[in-house]
């Protein structure tokens, strides 16, 4: 493990650095609290620090201090080095958020046992923070597709909404429907037609742009979200079709061989104003028109706040 030692006294930060070494460890050096606090902010800091206590620049406990107020989720685990009495700096030091002592001169073999505590206890953490990842990336993604589930991108919308209507900008909203799905089930198996889902995902994922977002809604259902400028319907059905002619165009590969599929697509596009359920409803209206007409094809509701859907565009 890679250990931070900030010690202004050459010898002791020395004989930290023989010992941690002989140990395995990576090493670090600091001469004072500034350097220390300097390297402990980087993305790539030290996840075990050995901080003095008294050192120029920046005493120990303040570095700790403002290591704690850095918003992270991975913290390092902060051994202080000191020579005054216990009764003196144990509720400061634990309060400013140190979680060991070690006493100068020290003991190498209390050093090795404290580092080893320590290693445990960052190891154990990080595996907690993988797992809370892990969890928060499950409640929010479709397991089969890996993309955002309903309610991930539900709450998208509502924040590009938000910022549509507080910025004055667009914002277009596309729900799109593999055609024909059930019949891709019934004719080659529910495992294929997975393929084609996660197929369908890859394709669409790779083709809109940096600042757009696709999620599944449920079923062969996904919602497209494209931030735009006022006055850009033209340019939002035309990215909508091209979407719909790039699906067309490609191949899904499966284990029932490659797959040709169409999508159909109804988008509404709004100004502001409009509430994201209103979108939505133009969105699927529009949607049911492009499905009646022979799917494969896009169709436009641009709606006007308090406004029913007024025109649909093939």
């Not at 400061?92 to 001169?105: F, R, T, V």
Request: with cysteine; hydrophobic share 45%; net charge negative.
């Amino acid at each position: 493990m890679l250990i931070l030692i900030a010690e202004d006294d050459f010898t002791s930060r020395n004989m930290l650095k023989v010992i941690l070494k002989k140990c395995g460890h990576e090493v670090v050096e600091a001469i004072d609290g500034r350097e220390a606090w300097e390297m402990l902010q980087k993305v790539d800091a030290p996840r075990l620090a050995i901080l003095d206590w008294m050192m120029p620049l920046m005493d120990g406990l303040e570095v700790v201090r403002r290591v704690r107020a850095l918003p992270t989720p991975q913290p390092p685990y902060i051994i202080m080095l000191t020579a005054k009495d216990e009764k003196a700096y144990d509720m400061s030091g634990l309060d400013a958020g140190i979680n060991d002592y070690l006493a100068k001169p020290f003991d190498p073999v209390e050093l090795r046992a404290k580092v080893e505590v320590g290693c445990r206890m960052v190891e154990l953490h990080a595996e907690l923070v993988a797992a809370q990842q892990a969890l928060a990336h499950q409640a929010t993604h479709d397991p089969l597709t890996s993309l955002p589930n309903r309610r991930a991108i539900l709450e998208q919308a509502t924040k590009e909404l938000a910022r549509a209507n507080r910025q004055g900008s667009a914002l277009s909203i596309g729900i799109c429907d593999i055609d024909n799905f059930k019949q891709i089930n019934d004719l080659y198996g529910h495992q294929t037609g997975d393929e084609v889902l996660c197929g369908f995902a890859r394709i669409m994922g790779n083709s809109i742009r940096i600042g757009d977002y696709l999620g599944r809604i449920g079923g062969e259902e996904f919602l497209l979200i494209l931030p735009g400028k006022v006055g850009m319907a033209v340019e939002m059905s035309t990215a909508f079709n091209r979407l719909c002619k790039r699906i067309a165009a490609s191949k899904v590969l499966t284990k029932s061989g490659e797959l040709s599929i169409t999508v159909t697509i109804g988008f509404a596009s709004a100004a502001a104003g409009l509430t994201l359920d209103e979108m939505l409803a133009a969105a699927d209206t529009a949607l049911h028109q492009a499905n009646n007409e022979g799917g494969n094809r896009v169709a436009c509701a641009e709606l006007k706040p308090s406004q029913e859907p007024t025109s649909f565009e093939s």
